[in-house]
């Protein structure tokens, strides 16, 4: 009689193939499953050798894992995955342990967690980050729901994380806290990507950079503060010559840019709890420009052509654009931690921000250097307000942020679009200051609407008759 498997994976396309293979490797005995049994056949037939136990239908899956059970689902979001958990309800015993490795909505996850938790069964939200790559070697895991259900999976869950000075993976939080965590951690991730795109065309458009430099400019730039994946890759991307012809890869993609839907969640999310996250909606909303290409190609034969600024000294704005971006980023994550904090304080999660940074330091996109500062900063104040009042963030910003203002204003007078190094200029300058021009719409509130207003020199509320 065969061995019953340690655990149970549903779902093997890309992610979820890559991620049994981790499992594997890191000797647990894993049974596969997926919707089409064909994919199965092929995936159990080309790693023979490996410890799998393919099988075919929802029945003769969960009965192949011992009990409790820890099954992984690596299926699209939404209906998908609530059509899974459907059908293996009627196998699934007390105790067994269903683990969404998707990027679920979370509060599709807390749905399911008071669900399941019905029938006696533990349900797992699980971020899951790092890609194709992140899965196979070492991804960042962000798990939420019951304590209790993460405490059997914590030994599982280190040995196939990412790990850098410790595995990339604890305990976020009850019900949907881990799923939430991976969303906002996918909108920092649009804001850095956008960033760091919004910096090449500067460079390019005003500066006249080339890609053989931008590789050289963006190899020295991961060396120090900047030093991350997106930096690494995108030093790897100015390289890459084009294999159908002439010159660079990079100047020959077309540039209209996807996205899978968790960005704009961040945003929306944020406007539903009073955050507000400019930088990560500018990134989503660049996105959304770029689909306009058709229109894009009309409207530059229409109106105004750049103002070219013919007189930067390419290594003076090099490193200008270098300090623009490190500030820019450290107020997008702003951004996206006093995200986080509200959530946890509206959610009652006691989320550790100090904690999450770690995880994100190893086997993500957005893993990079930085991550240690914000570590060490939410160590040093786990309930600082805004991450830019940490003392070493107050400091880069103070040096950095000049910087930030000559790139979005060369960039403003080129007429090179710069939309989230420009929210994050706006963002730090809102905050900063003690007085804000909404007096006056809050008198405009009053005059059209009766809103009232508060005073500043006399406690209670006001409305004025302002039409005499």
């Known amino acids: 009689m065969q061995k019953k498997s340690d655990v149970g ?67 699209k979001a939404g209906e998908p995955t609530d059509a899974v958990i459907q059908g293996l309800t009627p196998f699934l015993e007390l105790g067994d342990i269903l683990i969404d490795g998707g990027n679920a909505w979370f509060k599709d996850t807390k749905r399911r967690v008071d669900l399941l938790a019905k029938i006696g069964v533990n349900f797992i939200g699980a971020g899951i980050s790092g890609g194709e790559t992140g899965a ?41 806290a881990g799923h939430f965590v991976k969303m906002v951690r996918n909108g920092i991730e649009y804001a850095d990507m956008q960033l760091i795109a919004e910096c090449y065309q500067t460079l390019t458009d005003l500066a006249g950079f080339k890609p053989e430099q931008l590789a050289k400019t963006f190899e020295k730039w991961n060396q120090g503060v900047l030093s991350s994946f997106l930096i690494e890759i995108t ?28 960005g704009q969640w961040t945003s929306e999310v944020a406007l539903e709890l009073g955050i507000p996250v400019p930088t990560i909606a500018a990134a989503v909303t660049a996105r959304t420009l770029s689909s306009f290409k058709d229109q894009r190609v009309v409207a530059s034969k229409i109106l105004p052509a750049l103002t070219q600024i013919t007189d930067l000294d390419q290594d003076k ?6 300090n623009a971006l490190y500030a820019a980023k450290i107020i997008s994550y702003a951004q996206g931690m006093a995200l986080i904090q509200e959530a946890s304080n509206q959610y009652h999660w006691d989320l550790k921000l100090d904690e999450i940074a ?35 963030m107050t400091k880069e910003l103070e040096k950095n942020i000049p910087s930030l203002r000559k790139v979005v204003s060369d960039a403003c007078l080129g ?5 989230a190094l420009a929210t994050a200029l706006s963002y730090y300058d809102c905050y900063r200051s003690a007085n804000l021009p909404q007096n006056l719409t809050q008198a405009q509130r009053d005059f059209f609407g009766a809103h009232t207003y508060q005073r500043k020199d006399i406690e209670g509320t006001f409305h004025t008759e302002w039409e005499k």
């Open 9 to 75: 994976l549903y779902g093997l396309a890309v992610m979820g193939s890559n991620l049994a293979r981790n499992l594997e490797s890191r000797g647990y005995q894993v049974s596969v499953c997926n919707r089409t049994a064909s994919v199965t056949e092929q995936f159990i037939e080309e790693f023979s050798n490996l410890k799998f136990v393919g099988t075919e239908g929802l029945q003769e899956f969960v009965q192949s894992i011992q009990q409790p059970r820890k099954i992984i689902l690596m299926v």
């Open 136 to 176: 196979l070697n070492g991804p960042s895991i962000m798990p939420g729901g019951p304590k209790h259900a993460w405490e059997k999976v914590a030994e599982m869950f280190s040995k196939i994380a990412a790990n850098v000075d410790g595995p990339c993976t604890n305990y976020i939080g009850p019900d949907g």
């Open 235 to 262: 030093t790897e991307i100015f390289k890459f010559k084009d294999p159908e012809g002439e010159g660079f890869l990079v100047d020959k993609i077309l540039d209209r840019a996807g996205q899978k839907g968790t």
């Open 317 to 322: 704005f090099a490193a200008e654009v270098h």
């Open 358 to 392: 770690a995880l994100w330091k190893g086997g993500c996109i957005i893993r990079a250097k930085f991550l240690g500062d914000i570590t060490k900063a939410y160590q040093a104040n786990p309930n600082i307000a805004n991450l830019m009042l940490a003392d070493f």
């Open 415 to 419: 007429g090179v679009p710069v939309m």
